[in-house]
């Protein structure tokens, strides 16, 4: 009998980590308190024990790049490219954890910080053109004011910032682009640049969603 | 009961990993990326106007763990150039001209290697950037080569960790991973 009960408790114990984990995330919405961001940056509680508590621990929104031409450092690598590269995104990867990313993680109409953590940044190696629009090399901060049918995608110049407090002063361009539905469901949210005729598109996708920007170089 | 709960610890993480890896578009790191600043926690005390110091730095490295081994002397060999983080070389960027082993450095971006040996660490400041790990290392392209010192400490960190701290002449690339740890001094 006690041996029966052991995997249920267990079990039980393990769907409750799971959703003190997703109560204790906000790593997608703006950050309420900047003083408490160490809630923001910290692993879920299951390594606990195994992690020494006096040194960062790792994000649970993850960090991660993208570079266009696509995978240009492991190109560099095995000298299969000697160009430059033409642009490179670093982002904060937040999942849903069960949540609803419309109208629940991301609210249409509202500034969206396309990513978690540090702003969502865009580094041009080079000028580029979008929907015939000039956007000079340099360093951007990218954000989003999503639709359900279409996404406006913004270049601001207020870079190296935390989460989104919009200045549309440092806005530079705006670009409505239209989203598409993917299967299957994406959990983590993903930036990745896809080739194309005339440069390549920026795929942003989650959930459900998906909406590219295209850029000419 | 302890088997049980690591067996089910086992199949959550699965789940989570299935859930992560559903789609053709790239999942997870297994070494996540991350940030560090100088100032300390630049983009934090920007959006709360707490800025006393104009940006000078940033670092962008990937975190391997530990996860049982043994980081220096076996998984990183002495004496052999290390790429100091995981995936994507590690990136240092200067928002402003800094001096580092006696040297100027000009604001810029660069990739950041070291050979660790038990006591001492030389730590590389190379021109080669926008790279993947150590493989193509040439050192016709470094800047700079630094001996710092190597400092125990009786914690062991698990996950590689990379930051900066306020010095007296100006900052310090703090680096840490197992019980070892070693400071970068950059002044300006």
Known sequence: MKNSILPVLSFLISVLAISCNSNKSTDSGEIKNPDIQQKDTTAPTENADVMNMLYPLPDI??????????????????????????????????????????????????????????????????????????????????????????????????????????????????????????????????MVFSETSKGADLIMAWENTEARLPFEF | MKKILFLNGLILLSLLSINAQNNTLPSVDKSPMDMSYYPSNYPVLKIQDKLTEALVARVIYSRPQKAGRTIFGGLVKYGEVWRLGANEATEIEFFRNVRMGGKKIFKGRYTLYAIPTENTWTIILNKETDTWGSFKYNSKKDVVQVSVPVQRSENVAEYLSMYFEKSTAGFNLTIIWENTKVQLPISF
């Open chain 1, 61 to 190: 929104s993850p960090m991660d790049m993208c570079y266009f031409p696509v995978d240009y450092t492991k190109l560099k690598m095995t000298n299969a490219i000697s160009t430059p590269p033409l642009a490179r995104v670093i982002y904060s990867r937040p999942h849903l954890q069960g949540r609803q990313l419309f109208d629940g993680i991301i609210k249409y109409g509202e500034a969206w910080r396309l990513g978690a953590n540090e702003s969502t940044e865009i580094d041009l190696y080079h000028d580029a053109t979008i929907q015939g629009k000039k956007i000079k090399s340099g360093r951007y901060v990218l954000y989003c004011i999503p639709e359900s049918k279409q996404w406006t995608i913004i270049f601001n110049t207020n870079t190296d910032t935390w989460g989104l407090r919009p200045d549309s002063t440092k806005d530079i361009a705006r670009f409505i682009i239209p989203v598409n539905q993917i299967k299957p469901k994406l959990e983590y949210f993903t």
